[in-house]
Structure formats: structure tokens, C-alpha cells
């Protein structure tokens, strides 16, 4: 069993997972730079939660859950809804079907990002690979 | 809708054609209003570049009211590469400043008895002598008619050498580099004698609810802004999708038979924005600036390529010096040639001097994987028509045809096929077999659905990239949604919600549409064009794929996979209510869309 989803033990338990996935380790080893995730509130999430990940050559080195930006400028911020974000952690939304129509907002550098969708979609393979429950 | 501008250019009549309002309800306006008024015109016995050939130019109802990519305009008529249908829609400024000039098209027929280009000065026409830029390339060309116009403003589309020589992928071209450049219609304009048309005005288009249409058109372009596709294109140019389109396979390297190239990533929109680039374009009003503006370290500003001419001059040929695709690139705008048919063509030239059919007795050079300098010959050779070269500027199927090879080239009904894979992405096995216009990736662009880009509120499911039949009703579907973008003239990269592209449209021309309607005029569209094509000869053994795209690659991330193509042309044929013995649109499905014309004519 896995702590629900969005929590932060939710979070704890991913940070573990990047951190012992063998083949994250492999696709991420070049993979250098933190993310924000801002899941916005809808469905049965009334607040804004927001997520931080710092992930740097395969493994991750921390995890926070935010109050507020403040300043803080990750190298990804990705936005999308309670709902949309939920359908991509239970394996219902294709994580570049949610980028491509407009379900999962993404800012930060795009030459980057096109270099490393691998390295992306495997990141969403692990938040899967921990997600059992939702809220 | 504002009238059109008929021009005969043999007796240098001109008169204003103003189109039923039945017919700007159902076709909008664009490729697909051009169908339709074109229709009676396009025969079989009709020569494409015979006087009698008409060459349309058709805004949209949103062309130049600065909405979400709407900059737009397209070229119709009898293509002389595949003898069908033959649409290629063009960005820039030219379409909006038709549209300023009181016109919503421009209707030619005829041939000038010397070279002549058109000033549409407001709502003066002006034939002109041409004989100054006759043999001038494109971008000489604007430059020279700008200065003799007096007016540096106005907007200049033109035809390079290429057209001017017949070669069957001959493109128009304005604002610098922006391009009309499938399906050969440059030839049909160098056929008329006609050069260039240069348009400046200054009404506004006309808008039924304006009140409406405003607002509306701030949203939509600030949620365009905001998209991650406009903020990959604009960051890194079409060619940012170079990379993804690697790792899944759907990049063809080595003139369609290499999976993989070391060092590909050298010529990705990434690599572009990280070492030459130096600015970005845009079209009128649009907010992505999806252009490229680099520098090679000779201080001169030149247009970077997007991701055809990446793969079609760079991958294909198995090149990773990115500047070289660049010159590549401007050698074929300057004569006026569609870079992807070129770059195949050139591919081709290679692929068959590799397998002994084509000699140094027949180029009088060697052609080796990777040599820009041979490549860069050949297309010399090509625009001019010399030597080899005159073979080749009738494009890939007749220039292998005349070594004995048709089935190397890689193509469909005569276009040459773009750089999107369908061992990779299956979809395209469907649009390239099914296009109006043959091998043809922007007439359903599913490359992009294959991707992710399956949007549910078109009804569209995201199916797996390899996956087959299943996925024909998909492909239908989103070819009607493009033909109705087509009709707009609307830009592929503008992904906005179609609910907001509806609301534009409701507002721009007075109607109260979904969008289950706006795909349903995209569907009658879809079909009076196959109509047209099986009126001038099109029968269901057209629908194919070249050879190459059914041997599965050896390795990489698609090894051993090809389309089942049989299978998905008899699901295809069954979405669209298409007769499977011979491809054609049923009577009862013609009759259904308004077509009744059509129908007689094919079933009779």
C-alpha cells in the first residue's frame, strides 16, 4: 500500500522510489535540475498544493511540499489541475497527450525538456509506480 | 464574405465574383471554399499548365483579423506533379493584405503573352512587365518589385526560376521565405506567365460580430501563448520537435531506410537555439514566431530552416552540419522549390547511386551519404533542369521511373513524402495513402495525435503509436478537423481548444455552430475533394504506400514494425461511408453532405 495521493508522505514515498529505480537511475543520468508541480485546486482538492523536487543525475536530493513559490525558480514548473494530474498518476492521461492539449502546462527551458522526454516520461512511470489511492 | 478578383491573364479581363452565401456557410472559405468553386473546372483532360487551368488564392474568414495564427492564405488548382487536387497554404503577410485590399481571393485563368506580376494596389489592378525580374530568384525578386512599386510596405508573392522552368515542385513565396511550396503550383504560375503579385491595402476584413469576435480574439491568443506546443515552436522553431520525433522512431534517416544516425541531435531546434540562431519571425499577428532568423558567423541574417528541411537536408542524407542544411535550405527558396519534395528528391538521387542504378556517367559527380556538396549540385541541376537534373525536376516518381526504379522513390501519386515516419507513427500510414494531394503531412498532420495531441473534445482517442485498424476512424476524423482548419486559413501549430476556433469562427461569420459542425463542413470538404480526384482519374488503387515504408527497419525503436496498411484502408473506407472496391465516396454519403453534383458525376 501507498500513501494517498497528493500527501506528503505521497511525496516522501516517490523520493524514495527515484532513489532506488535502477532504471530511472539509468534514462535520468544526465538529467540536471529541480521542478515545481502546482496542482490546482478541482475535483475533491480545494486548496493549491505545490511540490518541490530537486533531481540531479538520476537520483533525487529532496523533496518539499511548498506554501509558496517565493522566489524560487525551478528549472521546470509544471501546472495542471487536481483532476488532470490524478488521471495522469492512475495511468488514465498520457503524460504528453495532458502537455499537447493543454492539460499540463509546462514552463522552463524548452531545448531542454525536448532533450530529455525520456528522462520525463520515466519520472511519470515512478510517480505511477507509487500512486494507489487518490484522494 | 468580400468578392473574389477574377483575372484572365490572355485578354486582361478582370471582374469580381461574389460567392453564393450558401457556399460560404458550408465550405468557410479557404482549400475548402476553393474546392468547391473549382470543381466544374478541374477535368481529367485538363492540362495543369495550360492556359485554361485556373490557379485560386483564397483567404480565410479569419485571414488578417489577427487571431491565433490566422495569417494565412492558400493556393488551389490541377497540381502538374500528381494530376489532382493541388492545395498549399502559405503564412506571411500577403493573405491579410489581399484581404486589406477588399478581395478575399484571387481567381487567374489564362496565360500573359510576357512575363507580367500583378499590383494590387488597394482595389487598382495593374499588370506589369516583368521582364526586370524574370529569372530573378524569390528573394530578389520581392526585393526588385518593392522598389519598382515604390511602395516598401506591400507584400510580394512570387515565383522563383524553378517556376519560371516548369519544375513540378516549383512553390510561391513571400515575405522573405514563407512558402506555398507543395504540389507544384510555382510551375502553374511560371506556365501563365505570371511572376509575382504584389497586393498593399487598407480596409479592415469584415467581421459579423465584431463586438463578439474581440474579446474572444484576446483570449485565444493569450491560451496560444501559454500552450506548450507554441512555446516549444517559438523557443526551438518547428524543428524542436526533432528529438522526440528521434526517440520514437518517426525521424527517417538515409532516405527512409536508417532508423538510426550518430550525432543526430546535432541538427535539432535545440542544437539550432543554442549555437546559430539570432532571432525569431512571425507571421501577421501570431503570437508563437515559430521563424527562425540565424547567423553562420558571416554576419548575414538568414532564414533557419524548420524541421522538414532539418531532416529533408540534414538526416535524410545522412548530414549532421546544421549550417549546411541552412544554405541547403536557402538554395531551394531562392529558386523557388518545396524543400521537402527537393531534399527527397536529392535523397533519392543518392540512394539509387548507391545501389548502382543511377552512375557518375549520369551526374558526372560522385553522390556519397553526407556530402552537401553533391547535394547542392543536384539541386542546381534540378532548377535549371540540366543534365540529371532535368529528370528530377519532374519529381521523385518520374526521375526514378526513368532509371527503372519508380518503386525506390519514395512517394505517393507523384508528391514526395514529408519526414513523419508511419513505422513510427502508423497514423500517417493513412494520411499519406489517403491525402488529397498525395504523400501530404499537413492534410491531417497525425503526427501530432499519434504524439499526444489526441484532443477528446474532437472526439478523438489516443491510441498506441503502432496500433492499426483501430485507429482509421481517429485518422477520418481528424482529417475533417484539418480540412476545416484549411478552410479557415488556419495555422497547425495554433492549439487552442477547437471550442475556442469555433467560437472565433461563430463570431467572424455570423453563424452558431459546434463543433460536431465545423468537423461536418470539414467532412463535406474531405470528400468533394476525393470526388475531384476520382473525377480526374483517382481509383482505390492509388491509395498506397511506397515501398520503403513497408520493410520494417533492422534496428532501433521501431525495429520490424510496419503498417498494415490493407487493413486500415478497409476500416478507413468504412469510417468514411467509402465504397471498399473503389474508393469513392458513396452516393448516399455525397448526397448527405450536399453533394449531389458529385455524386452524379462519379457514379454515373
Redesign the interface.
Known sequence: MFPIFPSPEWLQTLHDKLNSDERYAQIARKWEGDMVVIIEPSGHLAERLIYYLDLWHGKCRKVEVLKELSGLKPLFILTATYDNISRIMQGGLDPMQAMMTRKLQVKGSMAYMMRNVPTVLDFVRCCRDVTGEIL | MQPILKINLTTGETSEYVVPPEWERDYLGGASLAARLLYPALTRDLDPVSPDAPLLFLTGPLTGTAGPAVGRFVVCGKSPATGLWAESNCGGFWGPELRFCGYDGLWITGKAEEPVYLWLNGGRLEVRDAASVWGEDTYESQSIIKTEIGVPNAHVLTIGPAGENGVLFAGLFCDHGRTAGRTGLGAVAGSKNLKAIAVKGTKKPPLARPEAYMPLRGEANR?LK????A??TH??GTA?????AD?LGSMPKKYYHQATMENV?RV???TM??TILKGVSACHACVIACGRVVDLGDGVRRKGPEYETVVGFGPNLLNDDLPAIVRLGEVCDRYGMDIISASNIVGLAFHLYEKGIVTDKDTGFPLRWGDVTGAEKLLHLMARREGIGNFMAGGARRFAARFGAEDEAVQVNGLEAAYHDPRGVSGMALVYATSPRGACHNKSDYF?VD??????SLGLQ?YEKQAGAEKAANVARHQDWRTACDALVMCLFA?I?PEMTVGLVNAACGLDWAVDDMLRSGERAWNLKRAINNRMGLTRANDKLPKAFLEPYADGPVAGYVPPLEEMLAAYYSARGWDPVTGRPTREKLRALGLSDAASDIWS
Request: proline letters at 0%.
Open positions: 491560451a501559454a500552450d506548450n506546443i512555446q516549444v523557443d526551438l524542436g520537435v526533432a528529438d522526440y526517440y541531435d535539432s531546434g535545440a537555439a543554442e501530432f504524439w499526444g495531441q489526441a484532443d477528446a489516443f492549439n481548444s
